[in-house]
């Protein structure tokens, strides 16, 4: 699909897909080691809920436990009560994901594992920080890039893939040749990347990770799973690197603010999701400051004032 945006064409080939076969507090088996129950919060953000992911059997492991719904709580209580729980693991600290490990792991008496607690006041973040930073949640072990966690007939590498936030987690499945990839990459929608936290030069740097590994299946916490995965890292890499130059040509039209920008580059998006396409935004007129091709009257912010160099 072609669209003209600030005068320059430009073409958008991400493969969504907005295809998702689920019951909410079913568990639903993907592999013969994965599974997966949805909570019941779909939202602009969401999609259509958080997806907490079950890998093995018998002797388990737990990614993403989810918000604090009881109803999906006592779905994964219900579903795993037969079964040995050894670890839950969290991708990152916001609280559709991260939330719901607390009494999870009083309940199972086991571990959290995560690369760490969230790394900002809440005071420091944007107003709308999709849906809410978990800032109460600290892991039992802190995880670092290649640490490797195994059960049974299972074993999980970590992998950092900071971006989106700077304590992002993605965990790859050695059997299944698969990685469970939180919000990094997500098969309906683009990520946001959020200031001060989500930092787009890591973003792009993690992209480019995620391409050099072999692995051929990716299962994002929200949506279903991306099989295609070297062209859909290609196609998220070119959509960013067009976004940057639709945010140049918009300043070379004399567009110099990102709150009169963000509508002219989003024209097709929900306008609820304008506040974190702002965030975007910024993120992208950041990384163009620190490359030299902006500058800024002061320090990058969402009011702050661009022009091209």
């Known amino acids: 699909m ?70 999906h709580i006592n779905a994964l209580k219900s579903t795993l009560h037969k079964e040995k729980v050894t670890h839950i693991l969290v991708t990152h600290t916001h609280r559709d994901h991260s939330p719901a490990a607390e009494p999870l792991k009083s309940f199972w008496g086991v571990k959290t594992y995560a690369y760490g607690p969230h790394r900002l006041d809440p005071s420091q973040e944007p107003g709308h920080s999709e849906e809410g930073s978990d800032i109460e949640f600290t892991p039992d072990v802190t995880l670092r890039h290649g640490d490797l966690i195994k059960g049974n007939d ?89 976004r940057e130059q639709q945010i140049l040509a918009c300043l070379g039209r004399g567009h110099s603010d990102i709150r009169v920008i963000v509508p002219e580059i989003y024209a097709a998006v929900d306008k609820r999701l304008y506040p974190a396409a702002a965030q975007s935004v910024l993120s992208a007129m950041i990384r163009l400051v620190d490359t030299g091709r902006v500058s800024c009257n002061g320090r990058p912010s969402i009011e702050a004032q661009y022009i091209l160099t």
């Open 2 to 71: 072609k669209k003209e945006i600030c005068g320059l064409t430009m073409s958008s080939k991400i493969p969504f897909t907005h295809e998702f076969n689920f019951e909410y507090r079913k568990a639903q088996t993907l592999t013969p080691l994965i599974r997966r129950v949805v909570a019941d919060n779909p939202s602009p953000f969401t999609f259509k809920g958080t997806g907490t992911y079950i890998v093995g059997h018998d002797s388990v492991a737990v990614i993403d436990p989810g918000p604090l719904i009881p109803e």
């Open 154 to 242: 299972w074993t999980l590498e970590a992998l950092h893939t900071p971006g989106h936030t700077s304590n992002h987690m993605c965990y790859a499945l050695h059997e299944d040749n698969a990685i469970f990839t939180g919000d990094h990459v997500m098969g309906w929608s683009t990520t946001v990347i959020a200031p001060p936290d989500g930092n787009m030069t890591q973003y792009m740097e993690s992209l480019e990770l995620m391409l050099a590994r072999s692995e051929d299946t990716y299962w994002p916490t929200h949506g279903t799973c991306i099989t295609n995965v070297k062209q859909y890292i290609k196609s998220i890499i070119q959509h960013r690197l067009i």
